[in-house]
């Protein structure tokens, strides 16, 4: 079956690091987003990995190794506003999303 | 500016009844689908589309139905054999080309009671 897994909540400290984790498993891989949605609204895109190796887009960066299945999400310099859910999304080999239930952060002053 | 508008942000239905969630993209996407997001769970795909007149059944289509009669147009009906329709439903297109990366509508809240 397809499953994708990441945390349910962390909490964090403002101007601290995060690394949120996902491990996933697809029918065929066509790449790992990372998006992020605030509560009550719309998610909107991070990142997007299809070869393995590190990402770096600002504070954000995405990790993804394809052998593990496994892709973490790492935000620096935690400022209050990034409190929110991460969800985490595997392309399956039709191109369709898998979603994972999304990992609440909480950052605390 | 081009995006996506779901309407209305907040609908209630009594049992029983009918409801079209409208969805309309101005990024002149081919693709756009329907999701619906239930507090701890991942989206679920409903239905998706890749092109005008046509479409296919996500994970959790029954109870619900589309059409895609404009590029830009795709609503959604619950329908009341849909037996938990209460739920956020979030509408997104993407381009048809890797990575297929799609992009959301502000979704609507339906509360059926």
């Known amino acids: 079956g397809q499953n994708i897994d990441q945390p349910t909540e962390m909490t964090a400290t403002e101007g601290a690091i995060v690394q949120i984790n996902c491990t996933y498993q697809?029918?065929?891989?066509?790449?790992l987003f990372w998006y992020q949605q605030h509560a009550g609204e719309a998610p909107t895109f991070l990142s997007y990995?299809?070869l393995d190796g590190l990402e770096e887009k600002g504070r954000f960066s995405s990790f993804l190794s394809r052998s593990k299945g496994y892709s973490y999400l790492l935000l620096k310099e935690l400022q209050m506003k990034d409190s929110a859910s991460y969800l985490c999304?595997?392309?399956?080999?039709?191109?369709?999303?898998?979603w994972g239930a999304g990992t609440k952060l909480i950052i605390k002053p | 500016d081009g995006g996506i508008t779901q309407s209305p942000k907040y609908l209630f239905r009594k049992e029983g009844q009918n409801v079209t969630l409208s969805c309309e993209q101005n990024?002149?996407?081919?693709?756009m689908y329907w999701y619906r997001q239930d507090p701890g769970q991942g989206l679920r795909l409903i239905y998706y589309?890749?092109?005008?007149?046509?479409?296919q059944k996500g994970d959790i289509a029954e109870g619900y139905s589309v059409s895609r009669e404009k590029k830009e147009s795709f609503p959604l009906t619950v329908t009341s054999a849909q037996k938990n329709p209460t739920a956020f439903y979030l509408c997104?297109?993407?381009?048809?080309?890797?990575?297929?990366?799609?992009?959301f509508g502000p979704g609507t809240r339906l509360t059926v009671t």
């Open positions: 589309s890749q092109i005008v007149n046509d479409f």
């Open positions: 999304a595997a392309s399956d080999s039709n191109y369709q999303l898998i």
């Open positions: 990024l002149n996407h081919d693709a």
């Open positions: 997104a297109s993407s381009i048809v080309q890797e990575p297929y990366e799609q992009y």
């Open positions: 697809t029918s065929g891989f066509n790449g």
């Open positions: 990995n299809v």
